[in-house]
């Protein structure tokens, strides 16, 4: 069944970033099913792409870490949709902090990848949002408002992603609602080892992953509401209470 949320914007796709894998693939092929157009970015080929693009997404192979290809992300979709009914941005990279040579590196990444595209983003694409009376809702992360002292310039990446939602909440109001989900644990990845599991597990006060479909109906609430902006929706299972 179609959610309500997308019944009266005429058409308009959803832009999602980050639609090779997990979360991205999973909202892309959901919102299909809904008879959603969606419109998404990968950065790297993986198999489901290929899959996507036959059931009709919109996809675009984008870096995020060149600057060019940002643009012609953003011309590109000028230029084809005069409007959008959404845009969440779930492209996100995961470095810890001596990954690379240089801390400075990793820090520019991180704040590339999950503050400083979805500026741009959502800066250039406020005429499209604003016709399809549209949403922006931002993946965030649990570590965004605890810090983590392995993933330092990542934490402080989410944290600067979180301060766009206000700021953009406050800046597009009324007609583009803008807001956070803030998972802690959502899939582990088939790598992940038991130890790995258990210690995930433990922090939280409700001990088991949450879910795509959990994920998906913080999504949903957000889009289907005419009444919630500027908010960071915690997903993390109790984990600030422990």
């Known amino acids: 069944m179609t ?4 019944e009266a914007s005429s058409n308009a796709p959803v832009l999602i970033t980050g639609v090779g894998k997990r979360i991205g693939l999973f909202l892309a092929q959901t919102f299909l099913s809904r008879g959603i ?9 993986y198999p489901a792409i290929e899959s996507l693009s036959e059931a009709g997404v919109d996809l675009y192979q984008v870096d995020f870490y060149q600057g060019e290809q940002v643009k012609g992300l953003i011309e590109a979709i000028r230029q084809r949709y005069p409007m959008l009914r959404a845009i969440i941005h779930n492209a996100s990279d995961w470095l810890r902090d001596g ?5 400075q590196d990793v820090m520019e990444r991180m704040m590339c990848v999950h ?3 979805p500026y741009q983003l959502n800066l ?23 810090g983590s002292s392995k993933h330092i310039a990542y934490a402080a990446s989410k944290a600067a ?5 206000l700021s953009f909440a406050a ?9 956070s989900i803030a998972p802690a644990l959502v899939c582990f990845n088939e790598t992940d080892d038991e130890a790995y599991r258990a210690k995930s597990l433990s922090k939280a006060l409700l001990p088991r992953e949450a879910g795509y479909k959990e994920l998906l109906a ?9 009444y919630i902006t500027g908010r960071i929706l915690a997903l993390d299972g109790g984990r600030h209470l422990k």
């Open 161 to 165: 992603m979180d301060n766009l939602t």
């Open 3 to 6: 959610n309500p949320a997308f």
């Open 218 to 226: 913080c999504v949903d609430l957000l889009l289907g509401s005419h």
């Open 115 to 117: 503050a400083k595209v």
């Open 124 to 146: 250039a694409l406020v005429s499209q949002l604003q016709a399809g009376r549209g949403d922006i809702i931002h993946i965030s992360d649990f570590v965004a408002s605890k």
């Open 99 to 103: 990954d690379l040579p240089d801390c």
């Open 37 to 45: 157009p969606v419109v998404g970015t990968y950065r790297t080929y």
């Open 171 to 179: 800046k597009l109001a009324p007609d583009v609602k803008v807001n």
